[in-house]
């Protein structure tokens, strides 16, 4: 077996990973992920206890139980280059012995789940809601970068989203899907679509403010892309991402997503945080059950 060298898995001084500032005995099985650093003390404050918290840069971690059940909320910051991080770092400090550099014997899996806000695309998806991607379209670069596996029907239904994209537009997008066993446990009853996870907040996302868009018809394509019966429900900025390098990595993600814009009617939330404060105690307990 290979030892991965000092180069590719850096770790600081006291033996924790390089940026998450985590040791291997400090990560649950079930995770949560969050973008907003603020947002790990809102989940957090409904643990029964909490055992640990530690951060470095954007990435805030704590480790704590609720209804008996060990759970470690991370924040990620914004976007998929800190997905890139923040999931290859999680693997490492369950799947690699430090001290060796090698690989274990036998992986960890974990439950991963993101808590995250989200704009709807289309006029029938409510603010202040909560969807599950059911899958992703990543308009980002990261899984051009790793090892995919897509079936046939995953494949058609990528193939289907490139042809029905701008003529001129120049990004290839990605397809991945959510951790099935999860988005069985967790979110079969509540509603669900495709996630687009694009690279930015404003223009990638058909916002117009005062730097011009190359790409004015992008959100057209998308709010009118159908294949099978599927449809594209919502936009945010890391699920597809989460989801390609937990499937590659032998991990479940999920991704709630509080409907915070319907960009279709232009309408925004009036009350983001307590929306948010409200899914948070009702997925938490969801998690617990699970
Ligand atoms: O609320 P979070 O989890 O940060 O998620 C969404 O909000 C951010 C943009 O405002 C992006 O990270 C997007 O994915
Ligand atoms: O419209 C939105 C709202 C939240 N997060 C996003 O990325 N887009």
Partial sequence: MQRISETDLILNADGSIYHLNLLPEDVADTVITVGDPDRVGEVSKH?????LKKGKREFITHTGSLGGKRITVLSTGIGTDNIDIVFNELDALVNIDFKTR???????????????????????????ELL??????????LMHYY??????????????FE???????????YFAPAGKNLLQSLAHDLPQGITITAPGFYAPQGRQVRAKSL???????????????????????????????????????LSFNVILANRANHVFSTDPSGVMDKFIGQILQRIVKM
């Fill in 47 to 51: 643990f029964d206890t909490i055992e």
């Fill in 102 to 128: 090698l690989v274990n014997d036998k992986l960890r899996s974990l439950n991963i789940i993101r808590i995250g806000t989200s704009g709807g695309i289309q006029a029938d998806i409510p603010v202040d």
């Fill in 132 to 141: 599950v991607s059911a899958s992703a379209f990543g308009l980002d670069a």
């Fill in 147 to 160: 090892h995919q596996e897509l079936n046939n029907e995953e494949q058609q239904l990528l193939s289907a």
């Fill in 163 to 173: 042809k029905a994209l701008p003529a001129g537009y120049k990004l290839n997008p």
């Fill in 215 to 253: 790409t004015p018809s992008l959100m057209d394509s998308i709010q009118q892309f159908g294949h099978n019966g599927q449809r594209i429900t919502n936009l945010e900025m890391e699920t597809a991402g989460i989801y390609g390098l937990a499937n590659s990595l032998g991990h479940q993600a």
